[in-house]
């Protein structure tokens, strides 16, 4: 995913992911996250699975900004977020309980290469609501039947609340924390960042829909019917050889290349 774009085709096995790729894309995407203002000074991740290596993830350094991140500064931990040495280099400090969402994420969903939990601003704001993200534009009807959700419990995240999170997620793309963020997986670090950029961009439009609407007599804004929400998501995903990021991930990388080099280092 770090060159052009490829195309794939429907049912033909992707070339396996090497750990240069996965180092790069991870650190891209704290990266791009910065940018977009999602980061919460040096709290919340983006994980991901280590090609080849049962059981690893790749996690940032706790400490640094999501601007600070590059390939080389990511630390590899177990499932448990204990930092695993390589190479004789000291040992990296990472934030163990924040890693206790991604890897009970990473253990229930082996399917996937990357977890990202956010406090991102919309993403907080959206899960204060009740009802959660509705099919009130593009954006969130890719996203369409695809979310759960996850009541919040506290701060600390215990095995009872572990199990009860996974099994909210279940197969989804993602989860609506409650009173406390967003969460996206996918089977691409690209495809994870490409679903919170659309649930980031879809509570955007709802909730700025939802305050306009106050104001207007009938305070009512448009949401579409089932079936069309439903269509609207079938035709987005397609027969599935195309992933979410499959596109867009090489112009990202040449947005970071000139706003933010550094990250491959």
């Known amino acids: 995913m770090t060159g052009d ?35 919460d000074t040096v709290y919340t991740h983006l994980s991901a699975c ?14 640094l900004g999501f601007d600070e991140v590059c390939a080389s500064n990511l630390v590899k931990v177990d499932e448990r977020g ?8 000291p040992a990296r400090p990472v934030n163990p309980t924040g890693f206790t969402i991604h ?12 977890v990202i939990h956010l406090h991102a601003p919309w993403g907080v704001a959206l899960s204060m609501l009740p009802g959660g993200l509705q099919p009130t534009s593009q ?6 039947g695809r979310l759960g959700t996850h009541g919040y419990e506290g701060l600390a995240l215990g095995a009872d609340e572990e199990r009860r999170l996974v099994a909210n997620l279940g197969t989804l793309d993602g989860l609506v ?4 963020g967003t969460l996206t997986v996918g089977r691409t670090v690209a495809e994870a960042y490409m679903l919170m950029h659309l649930l980031e961009r879809a509570a955007q439009a709802q909730l700025r ?20 929400a439903s269509l609207t998501h079938r035709q987005w995903v397609g027969d599935g050889s195309e992933w979410d990021g499959d596109v867009e991930w090489p112009a990202l990388l040449r947005r970071l290349d000139r706003l933010s080099p550094g990250y491959r280092d």
């Open 5 to 39: 774009s490829p195309a794939y085709e429907a049912g033909r096995a992707r070339p396996e992911r090497t750990e240069t790729q996965v180092r790069t894309d991870l650190a891209a995407a704290y990266r791009l996250a910065a940018l977009n203002g999602w980061d």
């Open 50 to 63: 280590v090609p080849g290596e049962p059981g690893r993830y790749f996690i940032n350094e706790f400490g």
């Open 82 to 89: 204990r930092v695993v040495a390589a190479g004789g280099r």
């Open 103 to 114: 890897g009970a994420v990473h253990r229930a969903r082996p399917d996937v290469e990357c």
């Open 139 to 144: 954006w969130a009807m890719r996203l369409h």
């Open 177 to 180: 924390l409650q009173n406390h």
């Open 209 to 228: 829909a939802m305050a306009a609407a106050a104001a207007l007599p009938q305070r009512a804004f448009i949401v579409a019917p089932e079936a069309v």
